[in-house]
């Protein structure tokens, strides 16, 4: 008999506290065939996308939330999720297998749920991320450009006020989205300043994977802009 690659697993909501089930995917299944230059995985069994059940929503209140999120609510916080997103919830739950559509529709509330609640930019950065990927999938560039805008902005927030220091998050590893996320944004002079700070960082023992990226993702910059000043 053949083993699912999901399984299920009960998850208590942060908001509300009360139990519902998710499926989670099983890590013996998860095969990444290659990753993109902005660290999207591309998996050899399409039907098996990890990226799908990231996101836990809540069937009773709607809260939805990942691992990363804190416990902590600040005051008034709890009113202010209820009155915009539990009130006007109709419970559904999102416990089978998920489309592409089911999972945009997950990381969104996710990330109207971080701001809320006010999770750090390293957090809501990496949730409109993973929302630009599931719209690239689908080939809806429009989309996929405004969710990669949101989270350069939000990866800029976090890099100014250092939010990512007590995660798995590196500055260099900050810098290095940047870059890269400017320069699918066409914003070739902030791709330029943060690759070359990726670079730099090679001198202080910076990440040699990353400096590397950065090193080949720099020169596809610097031949963007040629043909830019060319077409001029």
Same mark, same amino acid.
């Given at each position: 008999m053949e083993i *699912?690659? $999901?399984?299920?697993? !009960? &998850? %208590?909501? /942060?908001h509300c506290k009360k139990s519902f089930p998710t499926l989670k995917?099983?890590?013996?299944?998860?095969?990444?065939? @290659?990753?993109? *230059? %902005? $660290? =999207?995985?591309?998996?050899? %069994? #399409? !039907?098996? !996308?990890? /990226?799908?059940? !990231?996101? $836990?929503?809540? =069937? @009773?209140?709607g809260f939805s939330f990942t691992e990363d999120f804190t416990k902590y609510f600040a005051p008034g916080i709890m009113e202010e999720i209820n009155n915009q997103i539990s009130n006007n919830w109709v419970p559904h *739950? $999102?416990?089978g297998e998920r489309t592409v559509f089911d999972s945009i529709q997950a990381y969104k509330l996710a990330f109207l749920c971080a701001t809320l609640k006010k999770e750090k930019f390293v957090i809501t950065s990496g949730l409109a991320l993973r929302i630009a990927w599931l719209y690239r999938s689908l080939k809806n560039e429009g989309q996929e450009m405004r969710f990669l805008k949101i989270a350069r902005d939000h990866y800029m927030e976090t890099f100014s006020n250092e939010d990512y220091a007590s995660t798995q998050m590196s500055g260099v590893r900050v810098m290095y989205? &940047?870059? #890269? /996320? *400017?320069?699918?944004l066409e914003d070739y002079e902030n791709a330029t300043r943060f690759f070359s700070r990726v670079i730099e960082s090679q001198r202080v023992g910076g990440e040699a994977k990353l400096v590397d990226m950065a090193k080949e993702q720099w020169e596809l910059v610097r031949q963007a802009r040629g043909q830019a000043i060319g077409a001029e």
């Open positions: *699912s690659p $999901f399984y299920e697993k !009960n &998850i %208590d909501c /942060l995917v099983r890590t013996k299944a998860i095969k990444v065939a @290659h990753s993109e *230059s %902005d $660290f =999207q995985p591309i998996y050899a %069994d #399409e !039907n098996v !996308n990890a /990226l799908y059940y !990231n996101v $836990f929503v809540c =069937q @009773h209140c *739950s $999102f416990k989205m &940047i870059a #890269e /996320l *400017s320069r699918r």
